[in-house]
């Protein structure tokens, strides 16, 4: 099948939605689908447009067999709530020219990433145009989180954003989300359930393993081998509540037997990075580079996994993970029934969200108890390795937009039958070629 995928983010970003987006593109494309990308510079989570690209200029190239079409945005410095939606507009205003490009091309697919949602109405017009099947995959539920959260506040704009939203779930082929719990909202917004579909997030337990000795970061930090380390990794913004983790470090100050790492960026560091001051305990380090994220997640003997509690459900910690495949124990702030919770549970340590007490002492327990750190590890490990392959996922995604591909229809001539099969067999498909710069272009 020909599948354009339509997102904000995409590698070289190292966390979040652009990490997935990215693996999902490569991987459709590694099974014979001809896959190309319109998505924005990398800018996340320092806010920042990464060296070596431009926020204010078109660009075409070529990643990992995957050809991408990046189009220009504004990034805020600090992104508050209306600065947030005017970055937003700007890659939904600037990308339009690159999907009117891709109508020539005809896609099967135009499978939208949110968010951000304000892409959608193009979306579904390119959609429409051409005949394709319009697929929307929820990471985060945006207009909720805006509003949950309180980085937008007016309730006459959260009434009219929600039934805007709504509108434009309705009118998607199909639509999915990474957790049972944010796959149900979406029926609560008016989707038909025949139409959601869960698809998780995953990870490549091959890549993301526990290693046989100590991570080379503790000789480079200087963390003495008898020290446990509780670690936080990845973004650190509005919906991580992260500011819960500089309390914890406080209340456990007197552990000379407890170090905590953080490593990220994002909107929320300047402030947590100012409540740690004069914490001996605390050690802050930049983004690491992909090809060190084994090593990193193994220099926890704990993860620390915060969130506010007007989170739940309107988010999935992506990092989550990789953090389970490292066959680290970890401690996550959720409440009860939420997707968080559920996935935690059984193989970690779960606190009520915003309380700091119960975080400190469930760290406290774990950096005290071995035994019970290796058999959570191996807990997390094992359900990493069987529950959150991404082949299987994958294949799911696939059957799914073949069948919503066979119901949409179309009236334009087929002549490669065997696109509609889940995997093209080497026999019968159109073996999928290397894009090049002059092939990439729209027709």
Known sequence: MKILIYGLNYAPELTGVGKYTAEMAVLLASR??????????????????????????????????????????????????????????????????????????????????????????????????????????????????????????????????????SALLRR????????????????????????????????????????????????????????????????????????TLADAAALLAARTDISFVFCGSGAAKESLVARCTGLTNCIFIPLQPAERLNELLNLADIHVLPQRADAADLVMPSKLTGMFASGRATVAMARRGTALHEAVASRGVVVPPDNVKALAAALSMLASDAQRRAALGRAARHYAEHALSPEPIIQIFEERLAAVFRQVGTTRVKTRAAYFDPRPSTGGARRRKPATAEKAAPD
């Open 172 to 243: 998607f082929d199909a639509v999915s989300s990474i957790t049972p719990q944010m796959s149900v909202r979406a029926t609560a917004k008016g989707v038909q359930p025949a139409r959601v579909v869960c698809l998780p997030n995953w990870v490549d337990a091959s890549s993301i393993f526990p290693l046989p000795r100590a991570s080379d970061y503790r000789q480079q930090l200087g963390i003495p081998d008898e020290q446990k380390v509780v670690l936080y990794a990845g973004n650190m913004g509005a919906k991580q509540g992260i500011e």
């Open 32 to 165: 014979g689908h001809e896959v190309r990308v319109v998505c924005a510079p990398p800018y996340y989570p320092e806010w920042r447009v990464s060296a070596g690209y431009a926020a204010w200029r078109y660009r075409r190239e070529t990643r990992d067999g995957v050809t991408l079409w990046r189009a220009p945005l504004w990034v805020p410095s600090q992104p508050t709530g209306i600065k947030r939606m005017l970055h937003l507009a700007s890659f939904a205003a600037s990308s339009l020219p690159l999907l009117a490009r891709h109508a020539l091309w005809r896609p099967d697919a135009v499978m939208l990433i949110a968010p951000t949602l304000m892409c959608a109405p193009a979306t579904l017009l390119l959609a429409r145009i051409t005949r394709a099947s319009a697929w929307l995959h929820i990471q985060d539920y945006e207009v909720d989180a805006a509003f949950d959260l309180g980085l937008l506040k007016s309730s006459r704009a959260a009434r009219v954003a929600r039934w805007f939203e």
